[in-house]
């Protein structure tokens, strides 16, 4: 089991510049989630999908989209990168909502110069 | 969702146990309380969940007053790998909605040789 993987480990992207950040689980859980993490703060929740075909909003969904078209994958996109996105992105997948065990993948760094 | 409220940071020594109580006096009947382990680099971690009085397992314990205003999580005979982030979440354990959970800023552990 690899649990929850993500691609790419590291990004550097000039302002304007698109990008796709990939999530991959191998637990069958229904949930996932898109988390960012700026230097010395806790984790703020993007986006994040109860199932199949489904995404909704977290608390900083602005200037990110999402897509859940296979349960084991879940994609989050920057259409417009800004230096205000330049942080470490997590995902998570979890069997359900709530506070439930999550598990979390290794991160992507990402830097918009 | 009930807010949480940790100290920033604590210091300790190789082989003490560390104490890390966190405040919730507007917890719902239906919450639990959870506890992620975070190190620098890595997502974090699952430790503990609890509902009510003791919990343990084998890498912690989590003690819950009969009012459930806050918890505290112990960690006997702390080692140098322990340093790291440790964040107290509270929320009801099944969110139909989805997870609407923060992470808040955590409590940094430092554990000194």
């Known amino acids: 089991n690899a649990g929850v993987t993500q691609t790419p480990k590291f990004r550097v992207l000039k302002t304007g510049q698109s990008m796709t950040l990939l999530c991959a689980q191998d637990?069958?859980?229904?949930?996932m989630y898109w988390y960012r993490q700026d230097p010395g703060m806790g984790l703020r929740l993007i986006h994040y999908s109860v199932g199949e075909g489904t995404t909704a909003k977290g608390e900083v969904p602005d200037g990110y989209n999402v897509s859940r078209l296979k349960k084991q994958n879940f994609l989050l996109g920057l259409e417009s990168a800004a230096p205000s996105q330049t942080s470490v992105y997590f995902c998570a997948s979890g069997w359900t909502g709530g506070n439930y065990e999550q598990y979390f993948g290794p991160g992507t760094r990402l830097t918009v110069t | 969702l009930a807010k949480t409220t940790q100290p920033i940071s604590m210091d300790s020594y190789e082989g003490q146990e560390v104490n890390i109580t966190c405040s919730h006096n507007n917890i719902a009947t239906n919450d639990y309380i959870t506890w992620y382990q975070q190190f620098p680099s890595q997502g974090p971690r699952f430790i503990i969940q609890g509902y009510k009085t003791k919990v343990t397992n084998e890498v912690a314990s989590l003690f819950i007053p009969a009012d459930r205003k806050s918890s505290t999580l112990s960690l006997p005979r702390v080692s140098l790998s322990d340093t790291a982030v440790y964040y107290c979440?509270?929320?009801?354990?099944?969110?139909?909605?989805?997870?609407?959970?923060?992470f808040g800023g955590g409590t940094r552990v430092l554990v000194k040789p």
């Open positions: 979440l509270v929320g009801p354990r099944f969110e139909a909605a989805g997870n609407k959970l923060t």
């Open positions: 637990m069958n859980h229904e949930y």
